[in-house]
């Protein structure tokens, strides 16, 4: 395939940026969509120009790191997948690829396509955890019995990557489906319910310093998400944080 | 609790409540309309009991006047906060891929709709409210004295074909709000589970109905007077 690549290019965190087109050829339609941009790159650094920065790990849609909004939608337009388990098929020979950061203020542009997402690790730092002594008598976690539908929709919640595609598919950029889901991983489940009061409030409140927008429950997060994560999160992260709220 | 207050999930709760109060009085607002279609001596009775009456005219319409403001200037509000989180908008957005129109334009939807409201205010609420309070003609009557005002005053209204046209765009406005609204109003408090589904039908028919039938009794009386 070959194919024309608009791309955001951004020197750094200071600069303007502007789209930049590029063409790539023969790229295969077995590439994933992290290749292509190899692919790419491999051209730039031979003619001697700089190559686009893009963040990614894993390559295996766990770390949540590649983060490109491409052609309009947060990981492209596969569904269920990071921007790393997209694949070239999707796309056809001849085609203009529209690739831009994901946009929030509270994920400033450090270069390029590389966002700055601690303002997630801020959220979780605020009381996405469960204090537990560590230090050689733990308890079993099999000792204590929880129900089988709360443990399945705790794991659920608990996929979510952090990756961020909530925030950059919501018009409002939102956190609200990543909070809800670190919410409730720990809120369905006994050894989270010591701190849950502590828990939302501090998270919410946390979310909302970070500058994120308000939820307006248009559902492109829970659409766009590569983990599938529901709105049903959204919906029990309020009602912890109401009765929490109420409890004082 | 004026942490909640100021939180962005409490003023998604307190959007949503204000949201329930002007669905139900929409609700009640059509029943006595479609009065005037059905029965207008009813209709008569209806409003003038609706004008007279105490507890509602001291007591739920303030509380309905807050219910309207707030929601207006709290949706501005949220408006502008959740413009100001992407300071920089996508060069290439498919919004269409993910969430649906309405979802995406509540606040056109609900700019038209407080275009529409004032409209509404000045053809028939502050007329209202200067008849009653500040003439001091509590008595609902006709100048002549002939039966009640309220039939008459309603039928008038809806002869010009530009305010039957305005109320009708008005009230495809309310139907695009509603459409998104309903459902988003319970989500907003907490409640997605095992009836979430039943709820959004019930919504979807509730959005459409309602205001279909708002624009029967405008057409009823314009091509009936």
Redesign the interface.
Known sequence: MNLTL?I?RQKGPQDK?K?VEYKVTEISEHMSFLEMMDVLNEQLTNKGDDPVAFDHDCREGICGMCSM?I???AHG?DRGVTTCQLHMRMFKDGDTI?I?PF????FPVIKDLVIDRSSFERIQQAGGYISVNTSGNTQDANAIPIDKHAADTAMDAATCIGCGACVA?C????A?LFVGAKVSQYALLPQGQVEATDRV?NM??Q??LE??????????CE??CPKGIS??N??????E??AA?IKG | ?S??LN???????TMALSAFFLMIFILQHFAINILSVLSPDTFNETSHFMGTNALIQYALQPVLLFGVIYHFVMGFI?EI??R????????????A????WM??N?IWSGGFILIFLIIHFLDFWFPEINTKYIQGDMSGLLADGEGYRYYEELTHKFEPIWRVALYCLGFVFLSLHLL?GF??AF???????KYTKGLKGFGKAYAILIPLGFIFIALFHHFNH
């Not at chain 1, 500058?211 to 492109?220: D, I, M, Q, V, Y």
């Not at chain 2, 100001?84 to 919004?95: E, P």
């Open positions: 608009k955001w940026g789209m909004y052609n309009g939608e337009p529209t831009e946009r929030a203020k509270a598919s018009k409002n950029s939102s609200m409030k919410v409140a979310m909302d500058g994120f927008g308000n939820c307006t429950n248009t559902g492109a659409v766009e709105l049903e959204i919906a029990r992260m309020n009602r944080f109401f709220s | 609790m942490g909640f939180s962005s999930i409490g003023r998604k709760y949220l906060k959740n100001n989180a992407r300071a920089i908008s996508y060069v290439k957005n498919n919004g891929a993910n969430s649906t979802s995406r509540m998104h459902s988003s989500q907003s408090v907490g409640a997605n589970n």
